[in-house]
């Protein structure tokens, strides 16, 4: 099956560059050249963003926010609502760039929602720890919030928002805490032991929007068997029990074995099966309507480049074999820029790509299916379904 696949692509987006810093903007060009020599951008409409307007900009963020951010573009001692020193330092032209992310992230929305089937990426985008008036965790406008305002004026009822990234989906989370017409699902490493904190089983939505946050608290160590198993046991049955319009997805992938910031071991096959499975969610739950947005990773060259190029394909309908080679061309740039040591030779990295999930059980003291269970039973009844019944 093909999928048409929009891809919002504007070079300005390596301008969002906190300087020496984890998140460095090459992830991206490492991305965009690994998807290119492998023909995968070949299957794709490859569209540029416009930059968000001040409007876009102020459904997510207040006033006084964009003036700091306008201040914190071109002064260089410029400190305040969350901006460095610390994670999120301010750079030149801050503002511009964010803004720009932002609309490549609304335009990727406007794709999806243009017809049935359509889905849409933008790897800049997913900087999912941004509040309303607070940068945070490398995030300064949150893109994903703004996608969702602009899907729900487009017309969307009810959206539906999956976090794959190994950090809690705070901000994303917080904006739409008690509107009924989002659902916000993170699957994340415990928040006692990972930035930013937030995230427990417990945290279900307020007021009106009660049962529309579902948090799934991932010990450190989980693993692909561990990870996926949670994901099947959560998030299809809340999704499907939601019924939404669309499905928007987050897709960071610092949840990679080797990433230098966060304690879960998953491979790129595990991400490569995540991603897979939030396909099949797009098209059984919201009319294949899919908008995927990148996040965090920040195993620059090992994983990042390999799992969003492997979300490219999935989401054409033409995914990638793991066992296909790493384009030499790419290598020989990788190796001339960062040394040898860690570069990939094949699209993935297990012996078995193929990984065997086994379904969560109930009663079972795995950690893992502590975990579930305690998702399971805070969150499964205020939708209607049963925390006890694996069918659900
Ligand atoms: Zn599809
Ligand atoms: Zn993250």
């Known amino acids: 099956m093909s999928c048409p696949t929009t891809l919002v692509w504007d070079d300005g987006y390596l301008g969002y560059d906190f300087g020496p810093h984890p998140m460095s903007p090459w992830r991206l060009q490492l991305t965009m050249d690994l998807a290119g020599q492998l023909g995968v ?21 207040t006033p006084r926010y964009l003036e700091a951010l306008r201040a914190a573009s071109t002064d260089r001692r410029y400190t305040g609502f969350g901006l460095g020193p610390g994670d999120t330092p301010r750079f030149d032209g801050i503002y511009d760039v964010s ?6 992230s609304v335009r990727a929305a406007e794709a999806v929602w243009a017809r049935p089937g359509a889905h849409a990426v933008n790897i800049a985008g997913g900087l999912h720890h941004a509040m309303a008036e607070e940068a945070s965790g490398f995030c300064v406008v949150n893109d994903a919030v703004i996608a969702i305002h602009a899907l729900l004026a487009a017309g969307a009822a009810r959206v539906a928002y999956i976090d794959i990234d190994v950090h809690h989906g705070d901000g994303v989370q917080a904006a739409f805490y008690g509107d009924p017409r989002v659902l916000t699902v993170s699957l994340h490493q415990d928040p006692r032991t990972l930035f930013p904190g937030t995230g427990r089983p417990g945290d279900l939505g307020a007021g009106a929007g009660e049962g529309t946050s579902v948090n799934v608290a991932l010990p450190p160590g989980t693993d692909d068997e561990a990870w996926l198993r949670a994901f099947e046991a959560v998030v299809p049955s809340v999704v499907r029990a939601f019924a939404p319009d669309v499905l928007v997805t987050q897709c960071g992938c610092d949840t990679h074995i080797g990433d230098p910031l966060a304690e879960l071991r998953l491979t790129v096959d595990g991400q490569r099966t995540a991603i897979a499975a939030l396909h099949r969610l797009a098209h059984d739950a919201a009319g294949g309507r899919w908008l995927a947005l990148g996040g965090g990773g920040y195993n620059l060259v090992g994983c990042v480049p390999l799992t969003w190029t492997h979300l490219i394909a999935e989401m054409t309908g033409h995914p990638l074999d793991p066992a296909a080679a790493v384009p030499d061309a790419w290598r020989a740039t990788v190796i001339g820029r960062a040394g040898s040591p860690g570069v990939p030779v094949r699209m993935g990295e297990r012996p078995d790509p193929v990984i065997a999930v086994r379904a969560w059980e109930p009663g079972s003291e795995a950690v893992i299916d502590r975990s579930i269970a305690a998702t399971r039973s805070a969150i499964f009844p205020l939708l209607g379904l049963d925390p006890g019944d694996p069918r659900d």
């Open 41 to 61: 951008l070949d299957r794709v409409e490859m569209v540029a963003p416009a930059p968000a307007s001040e409007a876009l900009l102020l459904t997510a963020h």
């Open 99 to 104: 803004a720009l992310i932002a609309g490549g």
